[in-house]
């Protein structure tokens, strides 16, 4: 089974898997994402690339410790919060994976096989 994340749009209640690339329900069902172009990398290799990049930041007004993961074990547990319609049993459900759409193949890629630098 794999899947992939689902963000959320509370002001208008809408579903946007990012597998689909488009919202799946609430007041924007059926419009597409726009697709933008996302890297991740360090602070030290963003800051050597360019001065004019946009960065997510920890600066969020919450206290939050943003390096701990939030949710416990969830990662590691088998179960699901919420039912899935197909599964695919090639890797672990919640494993972490770069999807490659190319028109109308795909190819995804464990981050677990990437060599850290």
Sequence with gaps: MTISII?????????????LRFSANGEHIRKKQKR????EMTWQAA???SCD?????????????YAQYPYGTYKEEEGLLFPITFEDT???GKERVL???????????????????
Excluded: C
């Design 53 to 65: 990049i946009m960065l997510l930041s920890n600066d969020t007004g919450y206290t939050r410790n």
């Design 90 to 92: 090639r890797v672990f």
């Design 7 to 19: 963000l959320y749009d509370r002001a208008t209640d809408s579903l946007w898997p990012q597998i």
């Design 36 to 39: 933008l172009q996302v890297t």
């Design 99 to 117: 999807r490659i759409l190319e028109r109308t193949k795909v190819k995804a890629y464990r981050f677990s096989d990437f060599k850290k630098q």
């Design 47 to 49: 800051k050597q690339i």
